[in-house]
C-alpha cells in the first residue's frame, strides 16, 4: 500500500475515532465499566474462535523464535485470563469528572480542574494479543477511543479478539468505531499513525526496544513509552544485609525479562565487607555477575565488566556490579547510566535514604523495596498500559489517570475583566 | 553559522544548562525567591544599561513596523515594571517537592507523588524584551534552567537585561549555565533547540502565529503552547441580556489583540429578539461585525461572514456572529471551528451551563463570565509563562506549576515481590 493510501486509511480511522470519542468522554462510569464488562463477555462467548485464530496464527508463524512464538501464543486459559483482566477493568474507579482542584478568585470567578479523557489513543504493539484487550479496554474505561495496529503475526488473533470487543462495545451501545483494529497490516500505516497530528492524541508503543526506539524517533505525535529500564540498586554502607540481599536477589532475578528488573548493582566501598555475601548469592541463583576489579576479586565466577555494561538492559539473569564511593557517587553513576526508570537505596539511614529519593532523577525512587515493584498493579493502579520515562504529563505506571487530562471550568455571575 | 555549528552551540549550552538543572532542582523555595529577587534588584540597578541598550535596538529597527517597535520599546517605567513582576515572582508558592499525592499498598510500602521540576526549558521568543526576564524567571523559580532565544530585533535590550539576571544568580550563589542566552542571532540556533531532545525537555514559543507554527511544525522537542485563541461567546435563549451585553462587549473589545478575546459570537435562534441590542452594542463600540444573514439583517453595518470568518483570529475589533439552534447547535460549532483555548457560555439556566462546561473540549470553558479572563493572574496563578491548548501536560494557562513534573518515591521496610 502506498503512503499516500496509509494516511488517507488512518485518516479516515482517525476521524471515526475522533467521533467516538465525543461519545466516550460524556458516557457514565457505569456506562463505560459495561462496555468492558460486556467485551469480557464476549471474550469468553468467542474463546473457540480466538482460540482457532490463534492456532492459525502460530500456523503461519514457523519462522518466529521460540520466545516470539510464547509471547503470541493463547490457549483457553490465557483467553479467560484477558477476560478476567477486563473485568478487573471494569472494577477500577473512573478518573473522568474527578475535580481535581478548586478554587475561587476575589472577583467571585469559581474554577474547577476536572478531569478528562486524552482522546484518540494509537497503541502500536507487537506480537502479543492480549494487547488487544488489555490496551484497548483501558483506553475505553478512561473514556478514550483506540485506534489499535498489532503486530502482523498476531493478525488473526487480533481479528478475533477485537470482533469480541466490537460486540461488547454493540452490547452497551458504544460506537464500533471507538475501537478500531488498523485493517493492514503494512507498515506504511505504523508511519502514517506516528504522524497522525490532531487525529491521534498520544501514541503507546509497547513491545521491544526497536518498536520503541522507531516510534520515539519517528512520531509527530506526543509518545507515552520508555526506552530502557536501566535499573539500579544500591546497597549503601548502613545497609541490613540480610534485608540487602534479599532486596537485590528479587530486584535481579523475580523475572529478570521485565523493565523494572535491577540491571545494575552499587554497593558502598564502606560496605565492602557485606558485598561477597549478596554477590555469592546471586551467582549460586544462576545469576552472572560482570564486576569492576574489586567485586572480580571476590569470586573467581565473576566476569570483568565492560564499560558497555554500565549501560546495558540486559532483560537476563546477568547483572553489573561496582563498589562505589558513597551516596554521591552512587547518585552520579545513576545520573550517567541510568534511564530515569526506577533506582533503589537500601539503608537503614533516613538521611541518606532521603538524599536519594530527593536527588536521584526518575520516574521512579525507592528505599529498602525491590525495583521489581515498579509496575501499575503493585502501585494499586489496578493495571497498567505501560511505563513512561519521559517528563510530561505522567512518569512511571500508567493507567487510567495517565490515560486523561484536564480541563479548567470557570463559573461566574457576569464577571467582566475591564 | 552552519547547521552543524549551531547544533553544537546548543549542545554545549544544553550540557551546561542540565548541570545547572540539578543544582536548580536541589534549590530551596527561599534560593529560588532569593535569587529572582536579586535578579530584580540587578535590574532596578542597570535600568539605565537597559534603557541604552534598548534605544540602540530601537536605532537598528527602523525597518520594523509601529507595532513592533512598540512590542520592542523599553523606557525607565517598564523596566522598573519588569523588575516588580520578578518581585512578584519570589512571591509565588514554590510548587517544587509539593506531596500531590500519597497512598500505601497492604504490603507496607508506602508511595508519594512529589512535585519535581521539568529540567531545562527552551524560550523561544520575539521583540518583547520582557520576556527574558518574565519567562527565565518564572523558569528559575520552579526551579528549572532556561535556554534563552530572543529575536534579533531585541538582541541589545535582551543582552543587557540577561546581564543583571546574572548578577542576580551570581549574588544569590547560584550558577549563571542556568539561565543561558543563545549567543548567536543565526535562525539555525532555533532549529537546533527545537531537535535537542534530551537536552532540552519542553519548548515554550512566545509570540505571532508564524513563530509558534514553525515551533509546532519542526519540534523534535515537546512544545508547551497554543496556535490560535478562536474563542467563542454563546449567548444561550435563557441568558440575561444585561449581562450578556456587558460580558460580549467585555469579551471582544477590552483588548482586542489578547488570544483569549472572543472572536465569535454565537446567539441561539430563541434569543433573537436580544440579539440587536447586542450587535448594536459592539457597533458602537467600533467593533466591525460580520455576520450570517439574520445578523445582517439587524443593522446595515453589519457585514456578511464568509466561510472563514468562522475560523479566523482577528485579534483586532472584528467579531464574527452567527443565530445557531440551540446548545447542540453551539457546541458543534465550537468542535468545528474552535480552537480548543476558551469558550463561554451566557445563560440563567444552570442545567444548560453544565452541559455546556462538560461538552465543550476546550482547556477552559466558562459560564457566565469574560473570555478575557483566560490568563494566569485571573487564575490566581501569579503569572504565565504562556497558556497551552494541546492536550498533554499541562492545560490552559501555565504558570509554576506547569512547569514542573511529579516523580514517584517508594518507601519499604525491606519488602520483595517474588
Known sequence: MKDETCAALIADLGMKARRAAKSLALADSAGKAGAVRAAAAAIRDEVD?????????????????????DRL?????????IADAADAIADLDDPVGEIIKSWNQPNGLSFERV?????????????????????????????????????????????????AILRGLDDAGLPADAMQLVPTQDRAAVGAMLRAVGLIDIIIPRGGKTLVARVQEEARVPVLAHLDGICHTYVHRA??????????????????????????LLIDRAAVDIAP?????LLEEGCEVRGDVAINGMDRRVKPARPED???????????????????????????HGSHHTDAIITEDGAA?????????????????????????????????????????????VALEGLTTYKTTICGTGQTRG
Not at 483457553?76 to 485470563?81: E, K
Request: charged share 20%; net charge negative; glycine share 8%.
Open 49 to 69: 474462535a480466538i482460540y482457532a485464530a490463534n492456532k492459525q496464527d502460530i500456523a503461519d508463524a514457523s519462522a518466529l523464535s521460540d520466545a516470539m512464538i
Open 73 to 81: 501464543r493463547l490457549d483457553p486459559a490465557r483467553i479467560m485470563a
Open 115 to 163: 478531569r478528562v479523557p486524552l482522546g484518540v489513543v494509537g497503541i502500536i504493539y507487537e506480537s502479543r494479543p492480549n494487547v488487544t484487550a488489555d490496551a484497548a479496554l483501558l483506553c475505553l474505561m478512561a473514556g478514550n477511543a483506540a485506534i489499535l495496529r498489532g503486530g502482523s503475526e498476531a493478525v488473526n488473533s487480533n481479528r478475533a479478539i477485537h470482533a
Open 239 to 264: 545497609a541490613d544485609l540480610d534485608m540487602a540481599k534479599r532486596i537485590v536477589l528479587d530486584a535481579k532475578m523475580r523475572r529478570t525479562g521485565i523493565c523494572g528488573a535491577t540491571e545494575t
Open 277 to 281: 555475601a549478596i554477590i555469592l548469592a
Open 310 to 336: 554500565w549501560d546495558t538492559e540486559y532483560l537476563e539473569p546477568i547483572v553489573s556490579a561496582r563498589l562505589v564511593d558513597g551516596l554521591d557517587d552512587a547518585i552520579a553513576h545513576i545520573a550517567r
Open 353 to 397: 535514604a532521603q538524599r536519594f529519593l530527593a536527588e536521584v532523577d526518575s520516574a521512579i525512587v525507592m528505599h529498602n523495596a525491590s525495583t521489581q515493584f515498579a509496575d501499575g498493579g503493585e502501585f494499586g493502579f489496578g493495571a497498567e498500559i505501560g511505563i513512561a520515562t519521559g517528563r510530561l504529563h505522567a512518569r512511571g505506571p
